[in-house]
């Protein structure tokens, strides 16, 4: 319900309409107003036109039905023509004559017609009522043209007067019927047209403007492929570009299309030229851990040998060449790891066998709890085998890389659980420890190289930051992925690879 609610709030937000949408609706707003001004005006101009017909032909049905009548001095000689006859209208159909004395009674002709006759185009004529005398005398004043509603389905009449010699008046009108009915089908004949003519321009204007907006959409094809791309590792190249017959500068969409190739071209040469200079780094890391390695052991190799010394050795010395073989191995470790990540880094193939991530799980575990017995671990693991495929040596690395990070980051009496859980094509393989939880500045970054604790996780002789790094990158060339949720009293890093 709330989804529906929201399509129907950007429905009604032009901001939020496509350009298509927004282009057809100007051009349907446009013809609809248009349209309706022209309409007003034709039927406006043509009532105008029409009410002056219907008002001369008033004038003629009122001068000829009085002289006809002979009740008028329709010459101004003040000799009235009394040359009486059958009633009829001989201004045209649908004519009303009332004739009034001066008291207010029907008038008669000199042939002795009552003048309250409505003469009908069907040749019947009708007399009119009391209450329809009473209506038309007191709508018409004096020799106004006015419009009256007799009623009775005689409709609307145009109506003027004319005062008679003795004080009464004559009354004319003619019908309006034929003036609305002609109206009111011009009005229909509009409406219907304007109809017409928005299905028609809606129709054309949406393959008008869908042709037009095609290279836009091509366009913005190309910028969706390229937006696809992975470009933060591997090869860098970008073929995608907009077609030449989409960048031509001198429309608007070319020019689109000819900055986005401009755009495309600059972001391939800095994605290169990146690229080159990890490139160069990386083999800088690689080839000076390589080298690194033999004046590493070669140091170790001579603290042992300073050792075995049978001649006694002073105390200083003997702790000082303890603490150069230690911290050589220690050194020796980083070099280990920044060779492994480099090796990572360039895409070397890993061994591909099947791994019991079940033995892996118990022999990494044994080796925590000797290294460790403090901690109290624990390890969970399913009724039957777990098994992947992959590199034993590595996969080995990332149990004991998150086991490690839960001892060196932990007090002593933390307990670690170590998990594994089939899901899906997946395996979960799960470290959880209840020590003091990571900072959640830190959780979105933990994964990377050279990233270390704040003083709560770290520990006395301090931490390289490439345990997790390498967890995160050989999940990875195993086609996994790695996640961490932490929180204080629950923290649990896992990995999810794919199954065998």
């Known amino acids: 319900m709330t989804r529906r609610l929201r399509v129907l709030d950007a429905a009604y937000q032009p901001s939020r309409w496509t350009l298509r949408t927004k282009l057809l609706a100007g051009v349907l707003v446009l013809f609809l107003v248009v349209m309706l001004a022209t309409s007003a005006l034709t039927v406006l101009e043509t009532r105008r036109y029409l009410d002056a017909q219907l008002t001369k032909d008033l004038q003629n049905a009122l001068g000829r039905t ?21 009633p009829g209208a001989p201004g045209g159909d649908n004519t009303l004559v009332l004739g009034l004395t001066s008291d207010g009674a029907v008038a008669t002709d000199p042939s002795g017609y009552p003048l309250n006759q409505v003469l009908l185009s069907t040749g019947r004529d009708g007399v009119l ?29 145009l109506v003027t007067a004319r005062t008679l010699r003795d004080g009464g008046r004559f009354i004319v009108g003619v019908s309006t019927r034929p003036v609305d009915q002609l109206l009111g089908k011009l009005l229909a004949l509009v409406v219907a047209g304007t109809g017409i003519g928005l299905v028609l321009v809606g129709a054309g204007g949406a393959v008008v403007v869908r042709r037009s907006l095609a290279p836009l959409d091509r366009v913005a094809a190309t910028a969706r492929q390229v937006s696809s791309l992975q470009l933060d590792s591997g090869d860098v190249s970008l073929a995608v570009r907009v077609p030449e017959e989409d960048a031509d500068g001198r429309t608007e969409v070319g020019q689109v299309g000819l900055a986005l190739n401009t755009m495309l071209d600059d972001v391939e040469q800095a994605l290169r030229a990146r690229q080159d200079s990890e490139m160069r780094v990386r083999q800088f890391v690689a080839d000076a851990s390589h ?33 150069v073989e230690s911290e050589a191995l220690r050194m020796q470790e980083l070099v280990e790891d920044l060779l492994l990540l480099a090796r990572l880094d360039s895409g070397r193939p890993l061994e591909r066998e099947p791994v019991d991530l079940s033995l892996l799980a118990m022999n990494a575990v044994s080796d925590a709890h000797a290294a460790s017995p403090d901690h109290a671990w624990e390890l969970d693991l399913p009724e039957d085998p777990v098994e992947v495929t992959g590199d034993g040596a590595r996969l080995h690395q990332i149990l004991a890389n998150l086991l490690a990070n839960a001892r060196t980051h932990t ?24 020590g003091p939880g990571i900072p959640s500045d830190l959780q979105p970054k933990v994964f990377e190289r050279f990233t270390r604790g704040d003083d709560s996780r ?29 929180e204080p009293g629950t923290t649990t890093f896992s990995v999810l690879l794919p199954t065998a």
């Open 458 to 486: 770290s520990r006395a002789n301090g931490s390289t930051g490439l345990g997790l790094s390498i967890v995160a990158a050989v999940g990875q060339a195993h086609g996994g992925r790695v996640e961490v949720s932490s």
């Open 129 to 157: 009522s009391t209450s329809q005398i009473a209506q038309v005398a007191d709508a018409v004043d004096g020799t106004e043209v006015v419009r009256v509603d007799v009623g009775n389905d005689l409709g609307e009449y």
């Open 66 to 86: 009085a002289d006809r009548r002979g009740v008028i001095d329709t010459d101004g000689d003040g000799d009235g023509r009394h040359g009486g006859g059958p």
């Open 411 to 434: 007090p002593s009496g933390t307990r670690v659980v170590t998990r594994l859980r089939p899901e899906g094509r997946m395996v979960r393989i799960s470290v959880s420890d209840n």
């Open 291 to 323: 080298e690194l390695r033999t004046p590493l052991a070669s140091i170790r190799g001579y603290a042992e040998l300073t050792r075995r010394e049978r001649e006694p050795v002073p105390e200083n010395v003997s702790h000082a060449i303890g603490r």
